[in-house]
Nanobody, 125 residues
Framework: QVQLVESGGGSVQAGGSLRLSCAASRYIYDSSCLAWFRQAPGKERKGVAAIETDGTTTYADSVKGRFTISKDNAKNILYLQMNSLNSEDTAIYYC???????????????????WGQGTQVTVSS
């Protein structure tokens, strides 16, 4: 199996930026579908962004133009750059991975086998 560990969460003011990182315990990022999800209190976990093995990306409508997903295959680190943050972005953010290419709905929870422990992002006004 593989372990995923998120970092970079914290508290920021509306309009600010934050970059999340996710490190894997073994080198899998060059051959896996990778994604970021988030879950607000009392709500269902939802997909934020995903990236294919070839670098192709997809984003939830709510974050398009503000968030950017990227990866460093050599370092086995996945990133989520978040800009123009607002209160609606407050949630626990999770890193997810699934060996192989992305297939079907990339932002679906059930599509992923490995998950990080989550990191809290709080946006205040």
């Amino acid at each position: 199996q593989v372990q995923l560990v998120e970092s970079g969460g914290g508290s920021v003011q509306a309009g600010g930026s934050l970059r999340l990182s996710c490190a894997a315990s073994r080198y899998i990022y060059d051959s896996s579908c990778l994604a970021w999800f988030r879950q607000a209190p009392g709500k269902e976990r939802k997909g934020v962004a995903a990236i294919e093995t070839d670098g192709t990306t997809t984003y939830a409508d709510s974050v398009k133009g503000r968030f950017t997903i990227s990866k460093d295959n050599a370092k086995n680190i996945l990133y989520l750059q978040m800009n123009s943050l607002n209160s609606e972005d407050t949630a626990i953010y999770y890193c997810a991975a699934d060996p192989g290419r992305c297939w079907g709905s990339w932002l679906l929870v059930r599509s992923y086998d490995y998950w990080g422990q989550g990191t809290q992002v709080t946006v205040s006004s």
